[in-house]
């Protein structure tokens, strides 16, 4: 690639975007970063962001933008990011997207993937997740790796998260209208978005998605 390749993936909770992101960075070769990932490994390994955001959310409050947006900056230093990245979760609201476009500089974001998906869809698809803590694979509540406890991938422990909770899936809808989805208007004002529909299996998605890059001149 000779210029950086940047594309934001929006959608709500449960739409798929972990899931195509990681395909999608197979296939262009370039890294999936994930901020919400990102947060829990830094926590997780006690570094000194984790520290700080552990210390935030002991004290209930949320992580600040300025902390993200700090995250992302030192991200994209890394030599994996040279030819560009998929983002999952950021930017989640308009001062992030404008703290993107500082971050970026000339290089800037190439487009925009919108997974579409309903409400309902998305409450049947997190209340029935969970989570490896480790390696962050994901499965059905009726997989034998949620029966048993332990991932298959690396032998972490499979939880359901707090968040995927009925209350807590509400809660985070009611957040994503509020905060995320004026990016659409954003990145739209920009003809960058692409819009995908989330309600299909994942390998339809996925080429669905690849077709519309490759009319942008991706991949």
Do not use: W
């Amino acid at each position: 690639m000779s210029a950086r390749v940047i594309i934001v993936v929006l959608g709500k909770q449960g739409a798929g975007k972990g899931t195509q992101c990681k395909r999608l960075a197979a296939h262009l070769a370039i890294p999936h970063v994930s901020t919400g990932d990102m947060l829990r490994a830094a926590v997780r390994d006690a570094t000194p962001t984790g520290l700080e955001v552990s210390s935030i959310l002991a004290a209930g409050q949320l992580v600040s933008d300025d902390l993200v947006n700090r995250l992302v900056r030192e991200r994209f230093t890394a030599d994996d990011a040279r030819g560009g990245a998929l983002l999952d979760g950021f930017p989640r609201t308009l001062a992030q997207a404008e703290a993107l476009d500082e971050i970026l500089g000339d290089d800037g974001v190439k487009i925009c993937i919108n997974l579409d998906v309903t409400n309902s869809l998305v409450t049947e698809r997190l209340s029935s997740r969970r989570v490896c803590q480790e390696c962050g694979n994901i499965y059905r509540d009726s997989d034998i790796e949620a029966i048993s406890g332990t991932c298959s991938n690396c032998g972490g422990d499979v939880i359901q998260r707090d968040d995927d909770l009925p209350a807590a899936i509400l809660q985070r809808l009611e957040v994503y209208e509020r905060d995320t989805a004026p990016l659409l208007s954003f990145y739209e004002g920009r003809g960058l978005v692409v819009r995908v529909d989330g309600d299909q299996e994942p390998d339809a998605v996925t080429a669905q998605i690849l077709a519309l890059l490759a009319q942008r001149g991706v991949g």
